[in-house]
């Protein structure tokens, strides 16, 4: 264990500063991203919505992660990625302060969709701009750095959102937009301009291009791979707290169980990354994959709300092992001109994975707990079968 936590050590003082302007810029904003935690509380008490509204409002976001994926897939190959990342952060920002201030639903319905999809067009530029900054070999561990920094702003943001909006919800938009605005305003000022490593990248290509990566047999796999998985881990925030409340389980002990995954998410996934990062990604995407399919699997024997700790912690660390070589192995299998394209049509995968996976987690533990976590963990199974001979890919010199 030495020498992997000694390799870590020399491979993160080797990250350019780069890197680390993008790293405190995403702590800060993760620290102030203040509203989507409270959104569907802030919809209840603030605006008296109907629980049915205020659930098809919250999945907007969902929608919206989906949409700003393929918006990336198409831009973020021929645009300066830096520019268009100052750019969503900004329209993101003026988006959110509008949506307190309007009183018809169908217009609030549509600011939160416009404004989810300019803000989660930071998740896949974020990556692809390390993928830019280090070198393949830096690249999960780099990941996992920056996964660091979001664990920690999050798990922050919830505490302050909580006192925030227990005293006015007006404050959560205004410090979340000020917080996303700074950001942007670091990027624009600190980040080097020339993030793309060749000038092709920015070249004109034709439209059928934003296809190829779909002729590429190993990454129509690790699409499926990103789906199945994804859908598997989704049951973590949404049946598994339905399932744990059926058991008898109050919220209160659902959100301690919730902050200690945090906890071990900020405390071991960087060396747990560095531990396996000799290992071929397809294998360690698969061991991720196969202990998320064992938690659901493990929902299903559980009599008593208290051993649902057991799968929740096996839930963490399949998150962990699957989530840094998923997140770099578009860049591996990617020519570099169409990096953007690969990556982004990888967040599509697990975009549809939150979104259609609670939803069949919902309708199958409304049958029967046994069949729901029976078929939810077959899924994870199907995906580790996917994984495993997937290989080492690279297209890098």
């Not at 939810?376 to 001979?389: R, S």
Request: charged letters at 10%; one cysteine or more.
């Amino acid at each position: 264990m030495l020498s992997p936590l000694a390799g870590l050590r020399k491979t993160v003082l080797g990250f350019p500063q780069a890197f680390w302007f993008l790293w405190g810029g995403t702590l800060l904003n993760r620290v102030g991203m203040l509203v989507l935690p409270f959104l569907a509380i802030y919809l209840t008490s603030e605006r008296h919505l109907a629980p049915q509204v205020v659930g098809l409002i919250v999945a907007l976001p969902g929608l919206g992660g989906i949409l700003a994926s393929l918006l990336m897939s198409l831009l973020a190959d021929r645009l300066s990625r830096k520019f268009i990342f100052v750019a969503s952060l900004s329209v993101s920002a003026c988006f959110l302060l509008t949506i307190p201030f309007l009183s018809s639903l169908l217009w609030l319905a549509g600011m939160v969709l416009f404004w989810s999809i300019a803000s989660e067009a930071q998740r896949p530029l974020a990556g692809m701009l390390v993928m830019d900054l280090v070198s393949q070999k830096q690249r999960r561990q780099a990941i996992s750095v920056l996964r660091l920094a979001i664990n920690v702003g999050s798990m922050v943001s919830a505490s302050i959102g909580g006192l925030i909006a227990s005293q006015a919800f007006l404050p959560l938009f205004g410090a979340d937009a000020g917080t996303t605005l700074l950001f942007a305003l670091f990027m624009l000022l600190l980040f080097p301009r020339p993030v793309s490593p060749l000038p092709k990248v920015q070249a004109s290509r034709p439209s059928l291009a934003l296809f190829a990566p779909f002729r590429d047999r190993a990454f129509r796999r690790i699409w499926l791979v990103g789906f199945f998985t994804t859908m598997v881990l989704s049951q973590q925030t949404t049946t598994f707290a339905v399932y744990l409340t059926k058991l008898g389980g109050s919220p209160a002990f659902y959100g301690g169980l919730m902050a200690a995954g945090s906890f071990l998410v900020i405390l071991l996934e960087v060396p747990l990354t560095a531990f396996f990062q000799r290992v071929q990604s397809g294998r360690v995407m698969a061991l991720g994959s196969l202990i998320l399919a064992l938690a659901a699997g493990t929902c299903s024997l559980v009599a008593g709300p208290y051993w649902l700790a057991l799968p929740l912690l096996a839930f963490v660390f399949g998150n962990m092992l699957f989530s840094p070589p998923y997140d770099t192995i578009g860049a591996d299998l990617a020519p570099v001109e169409q990096r953007g394209t690969y990556m982004s049509f990888l967040w599509i995968a697990t975009g549809l994975g939150f979104a259609l996976g609670p939803v069949l987690g919902g309708v199958l533990l409304s049958y029967s707990p046994l069949l729901c976590w029976s078929i939810v963990g077959g899924i994870g199974l199907l995906a580790v079968a996917l994984a495993w001979n997937i290989g080492s890919v690279s297209h890098d010199a």
